[in-house]
């Protein structure tokens, strides 16, 4: 596809369940991006990878939250066990290089999954 | 986690008007960004600007890196209908591949 497309677009769940959320970055991009938007608030990061590393996954909350990209391309992040505070927008988003190095590299957002724990 | 500190929170205008906003930090930025988003949607990036001082323009969106580094607004003018929206700035730190994000700013235009 042209953009950064996300699955589901919305996922209700209960608190305590596993959820999966699903992320298919643009073709070709080396570059993927997780962040978490609460409602009135910008998006925070959660962990970045380069290829099918995690090359910072300092954002991460907690061991709850783990995020894998086997291939380098498709990336799913999954939430265990899963608490009403973890209700958000996860925004994923990719580059074709990252953004350092390459002053012209600009991260595209896909539309995100609305998470919502009962 | 950190934020950048974004203002104002709001605003509503008329039709075409012009608009400001700022967005301030503590901490150095190497590069600064701004965003608008759409309900339902992801950000799409409206503005770059990689060195201090810079003055860049995008149709009728103006934004400028600040002397400090620690500083950057964003200036619409003769606004429309479909600037409705929030707009966020983003900042990067040296090294870091991690966008922190301001709170954004929820415009509504009245036509």
């Known amino acids: 596809g042209a953009g950064v497309s996300q699955t589901p677009s919305n996922k209700v769940t209960e608190k305590g369940k596993y959820v999966e959320l699903r992320c298919d970055p643009i073709s070709g991009h080396t570059a993927l991006y997780w962040y978490r938007q609460s409602l009135g608030q910008g998006p925070e990061f959660l962990i970045y990878f380069q290829g099918t590393g995690a090359a910072d996954d300092s954002g991460l909350p907690n061991d709850r939250f783990f995020a894998v990209r086997p291939e380098g391309s498709v990336s799913t992040l999954k939430i265990q066990r899963t608490e009403r505070g973890d209700s958000a927008v996860y925004l994923c988003?990719?580059?074709?290089?990252?953004?350092?190095?390459?002053?012209?590299?600009?991260?595209?957002f896909g539309p995100g999954t609305r998470l919502t724990v009962l | 986690g950190q934020q950048l500190n974004q203002s104002p929170q709001s605003m509503f205008i008329q039709e075409g008007e012009d608009v400001s906003m700022n967005c301030t930090s503590s901490s150095i930025f190497n590069t600064w960004l701004w965003y608008k988003q759409d309900p339902g949607e992801g950000p799409v990036l409206l503005i770059a600007?990689?060195?201090?001082?810079e003055l860049t323009s995008n149709g009728r969106l103006t934004a400028q890196f600040g002397i400090t580094r620690k500083d950057s607004f964003l200036n619409i003018s003769a606004s429309i209908p479909s600037d409705v929206g929030i707009y966020f700035c983003a900042g990067l730190q040296g090294g870091s591949e991690k966008l922190v994000f301001g709170k954004g700013m929820k415009l509504t235009v009245n036509p």
């Open positions: 988003a990719s580059s074709s290089n990252g953004l350092t190095g390459l002053s012209t590299d600009t991260q595209y």
């Open positions: 600007l990689y060195k201090a001082g």
